[in-house]
Every structure is written in C-alpha cells, then in structure tokens.
C-alpha cells in the first residue's frame, strides 16, 4: 500500500501563491503515476493536474498556464506550484497515487488540504 500526506495548503489571496506538496510512503516502488485533485463546496472532485513516472503531465482546462506539477521520483513527492490564484480554486485539494501490482492497478488518497482564496 502506498500512504500520502499533503501540505501546503492555507489562506490567500486572489492573485497569489501557494505550494502543495504531497509526500508517498509505503510501496512507492508501485506508484506509475501521481496526481492532484481537488473538491469545491457543493461540486465534485476534479482532476487538476497528473504527472507519470516518464514526467509527462495534464492539466484541467481551468488551471493551464496557472497551475505546475512537478515530482521527485527519489524523495517519492509530487508538488503543484498554484500562481494567479483566483476564488474559484477555493476547494480542499487531494494527492492521488496510482500504484501497479501483480493483483492489478489500485490509486491511494491523501486527507486533503484546504485552499482557500479570497477577494
């Protein structure tokens, strides 16, 4: 299994900066890919952004041009660099890893951090 713990997350204002870091323990030999998602209040969870262990990333519409994944394969963490922030990003931010073993394919979930942006 494969565990995650985000951080990074907090209060800022439209136009600003934050940085999400998520760290991976565990089977993180297995994780082929990682990613960030996020859940606005009343919405559901969207993909914001994906990165594969080969560095090739995707983003949400809504976040290109604003929004960086980056990962370090060796410290096994995933960060998403968030700039030009506006209040419609306000939403609790997850990190997802995608881990393949001998049984199939199985993702893992962090907690959450809260991003909250104001006007």
């Known amino acids: 299994q494969v565990q995650l713990v985000e951080s990074g997350g907090g209060l800022v204002q439209s136009g600003g900066s934050l940085r999400l870091s998520c760290a991976a323990s565990?089977?993180?030999?297995?994780?082929?890919?990682m990613a960030w998602y996020r859940r606005a209040p009343g919405k559901q969870r969207e993909l914001v952004a994906a990165?594969?262990?080969?560095?090739?990333?995707n983003y949400a519409d809504s976040v290109k041009g604003r929004f960086t994944i980056s990962r370090d394969n060796a410290e096994n963490t995933v960060s998403l660099q968030m700039n030009s922030l506006k209040p419609e990003d306000t939403a609790v931010y997850f990190c997802?890893?995608?881990?393949?073993?001998?049984?199939?394919?199985?993702?893992?979930w962090g907690q959450g951090t809260q991003v909250t942006v104001s006007t």
């Open positions: 997802y890893a995608r881990a393949i073993a001998t049984s199939g394919t199985f993702g893992s």
């Open positions: 565990g089977s993180t030999w297995s994780i082929n890919a």
């Open positions: 990165i594969t262990n080969d560095g090739i990333t």
